[in-house]
Protein backbone atom coordinates (compact mmCIF):
# COMPACT_ATOMS: atom_id res chain seq x y z
CA UNK A 1 0.00 0.00 0.00
CA UNK A 2 1.20 3.42 -0.47
CA UNK A 3 0.07 7.18 -0.32
CA UNK A 4 1.13 10.45 -2.06
CA UNK A 5 0.04 13.57 -0.93
CA UNK A 6 0.59 16.93 -2.47
CA UNK A 7 0.22 20.31 -0.94
CA UNK A 8 -0.98 23.33 -2.65
CA UNK A 9 0.09 26.51 -0.84
CA UNK A 10 -1.57 29.69 -2.02
CA UNK A 11 -1.19 33.12 -0.73
CA UNK A 12 -4.48 34.42 0.94
CA UNK A 13 -5.49 37.67 2.26
CA UNK A 14 -5.25 36.51 5.86
CA UNK A 15 -1.61 35.97 4.84
CA UNK A 16 -1.56 39.42 3.60
CA UNK A 17 -2.91 40.56 6.58
CA UNK A 18 -0.52 39.05 8.66
CA UNK A 19 2.11 40.49 7.27
CA UNK A 20 0.24 43.73 7.23
CA UNK A 21 -0.01 43.64 10.87
CA UNK A 22 3.75 43.36 11.24
CA UNK A 23 3.95 46.71 9.19
CA UNK A 24 1.20 48.01 11.59
CA UNK A 25 3.69 47.05 14.21
CA UNK A 26 6.38 49.16 13.03
CA UNK A 27 3.87 52.15 12.44
CA UNK A 28 2.65 52.39 16.20
CA UNK A 29 6.35 52.10 17.08
CA UNK A 30 6.92 54.97 15.39
CA UNK A 31 3.79 56.45 16.86
CA UNK A 32 5.08 55.77 20.57
CA UNK A 33 8.68 57.35 19.48
CA UNK A 34 7.74 59.87 17.43
CA UNK A 35 3.96 60.90 17.45
CA UNK A 36 3.23 60.08 14.03
CA UNK A 37 1.97 58.69 12.19
CA UNK A 38 -1.94 58.46 14.03
CA UNK A 39 -3.49 55.33 14.43
CA UNK A 40 -6.64 55.56 12.46
CA UNK A 41 -4.29 56.32 9.51
CA UNK A 42 -1.90 53.03 10.38
CA UNK A 43 -4.78 50.81 9.85
CA UNK A 44 -5.09 52.34 6.76
CA UNK A 45 -1.80 51.77 5.63
CA UNK A 46 -2.09 48.20 7.03
CA UNK A 47 -5.27 47.33 4.88
CA UNK A 48 -3.38 48.76 1.98
CA UNK A 49 -0.61 47.11 2.41
CA UNK A 50 -2.14 43.48 2.64
CA UNK A 51 -4.48 44.46 -0.28
CA UNK A 52 -1.76 45.02 -3.04
CA UNK A 53 0.61 42.24 -1.24
CA UNK A 54 -2.75 39.80 -1.82
CA UNK A 55 -2.76 40.45 -5.81
CA UNK A 56 1.05 40.50 -6.28
CA UNK A 57 1.17 44.69 -7.05
CA UNK A 58 2.88 45.73 -4.26
CA UNK A 59 6.55 47.41 -5.10
CA UNK A 60 7.67 48.79 -2.30
CA UNK A 61 6.31 51.19 0.15
CA UNK A 62 8.19 53.78 2.09
CA UNK A 63 7.09 55.20 5.83
CA UNK A 64 8.85 58.00 7.66
CA UNK A 65 9.65 61.37 7.61
CA UNK A 66 10.67 63.93 4.95
CA UNK A 67 12.21 67.41 4.44
CA UNK A 68 9.20 68.55 2.19
CA UNK A 69 11.77 71.48 0.78
CA UNK A 70 14.65 69.15 -0.36
CA UNK A 71 12.00 66.31 -0.59
CA UNK A 72 14.29 64.08 1.51
CA UNK A 73 14.28 61.42 3.87
CA UNK A 74 15.02 62.05 7.16
CA UNK A 75 13.81 59.03 8.37
CA UNK A 76 12.71 55.84 6.11
CA UNK A 77 11.37 52.81 6.52
CA UNK A 78 11.11 50.61 3.47
CA UNK A 79 9.05 47.54 2.39
CA UNK A 80 10.28 45.42 -0.51
CA UNK A 81 7.63 43.09 -1.70
CA UNK A 82 9.24 39.83 -2.43
CA UNK A 83 8.04 36.10 -3.17
CA UNK A 84 9.57 32.69 -2.71
CA UNK A 85 10.09 29.94 -0.05
CA UNK A 86 13.61 31.29 1.22
CA UNK A 87 11.99 34.12 2.77
CA UNK A 88 12.52 34.62 7.37
CA UNK A 89 9.47 35.67 9.17
CA UNK A 90 11.03 38.01 11.83
CA UNK A 91 9.84 40.07 14.84
CA UNK A 92 8.72 44.10 14.08
CA UNK A 93 10.76 46.83 16.23
CA UNK A 94 13.92 47.53 16.61
CA UNK A 95 13.64 51.38 15.08
CA UNK A 96 16.00 54.20 15.42
CA UNK A 97 15.21 55.98 18.67
CA UNK A 98 16.73 59.34 18.09
CA UNK A 99 16.23 61.11 14.74
CA UNK A 100 15.35 64.42 15.17
CA UNK A 101 12.23 64.43 12.79
CA UNK A 102 11.64 68.41 14.17
CA UNK A 103 9.01 69.90 12.09
CA UNK A 104 8.74 67.03 9.36
CA UNK A 105 5.53 65.90 8.27
CA UNK A 106 5.12 62.13 8.24
CA UNK A 107 4.96 60.87 4.89
CA UNK A 108 4.18 57.80 2.68
CA UNK A 109 5.30 56.41 -0.56
CA UNK A 110 3.96 53.46 -2.70
CA UNK A 111 5.67 51.83 -6.20
CA UNK A 112 3.50 49.34 -7.72
CA UNK A 113 4.84 45.91 -9.22
CA UNK A 114 5.22 44.93 -12.85
CA UNK A 115 2.45 42.85 -12.98
CA UNK A 116 0.28 46.04 -11.64
CA UNK A 117 2.00 47.62 -14.16
CA UNK A 118 0.91 44.91 -16.98
CA UNK A 119 -2.73 45.54 -16.05
CA UNK A 120 -5.30 47.67 -18.34
CA UNK A 121 -5.75 51.03 -17.27
CA UNK A 122 -8.93 50.73 -15.88
CA UNK A 123 -8.01 47.87 -14.03
CA UNK A 124 -5.24 49.68 -12.00
CA UNK A 125 -8.15 52.66 -11.67
CA UNK A 126 -10.37 49.82 -10.13
CA UNK A 127 -7.13 48.43 -7.66
CA UNK A 128 -6.20 51.92 -6.74
CA UNK A 129 -9.69 53.03 -6.20
CA UNK A 130 -10.54 50.02 -3.49
CA UNK A 131 -7.55 50.92 -1.28
CA UNK A 132 -8.54 52.78 1.92
CA UNK A 133 -5.37 55.20 1.00
CA UNK A 134 -5.53 57.75 -1.50
CA UNK A 135 -2.18 58.33 -3.29
CA UNK A 136 -1.65 61.38 -5.40
CA UNK A 137 1.26 61.25 -8.33
CA UNK A 138 4.88 62.76 -6.39
CA UNK A 139 7.92 62.30 -7.13
CA UNK A 140 9.96 59.54 -4.97
CA UNK A 141 11.72 61.31 -2.02
CA UNK A 142 15.58 60.92 -1.94
CA UNK A 143 17.74 59.31 0.52
CA UNK A 144 21.08 60.92 0.18
CA UNK A 145 24.03 60.34 3.15
CA UNK A 146 23.12 58.56 5.75
CA UNK A 147 22.59 54.99 6.93
CA UNK A 148 20.49 51.98 6.05
CA UNK A 149 19.62 49.35 8.41
CA UNK A 150 18.59 45.86 6.95
CA UNK A 151 17.86 42.39 8.03
CA UNK A 152 14.04 42.41 9.21
CA UNK A 153 11.30 40.73 6.96
CA UNK A 154 7.50 39.43 7.50
CA UNK A 155 6.77 36.61 5.54
CA UNK A 156 3.83 33.98 5.37
CA UNK A 157 3.21 31.20 2.63
CA UNK A 158 6.15 32.18 0.42
CA UNK A 159 5.24 35.75 0.21
CA UNK A 160 6.67 38.57 2.55
CA UNK A 161 8.56 41.71 2.49
CA UNK A 162 11.96 42.44 3.80
CA UNK A 163 12.59 45.81 5.46
CA UNK A 164 15.22 48.58 5.63
CA UNK A 165 15.26 51.53 7.80
CA UNK A 166 17.28 54.75 6.88
CA UNK A 167 17.98 57.60 8.49
CA UNK A 168 20.02 60.58 7.19
CA UNK A 169 23.45 61.40 8.83
Same mark, same amino acid.
Given at each position: ??????????????????? #???? #???????????????????????????????? !?????VDFGFRDTGSNAWKLRLRYRATTGGHLVDT????????????????????????????????????????????????????????????????????? !??????????
Open positions: MTASYARSATFTLTDARYI #GAKV #GADLRQLNSLYGKPVHTDIDNYVEEVAMLLKD !GYLGTRPGSLPRSADITGLDFYSYVTYSPAFHLLATADRDRVKVALPVRRTGADAPTANAGTTQTGRSYARNGT !GVDRDVYQAQ
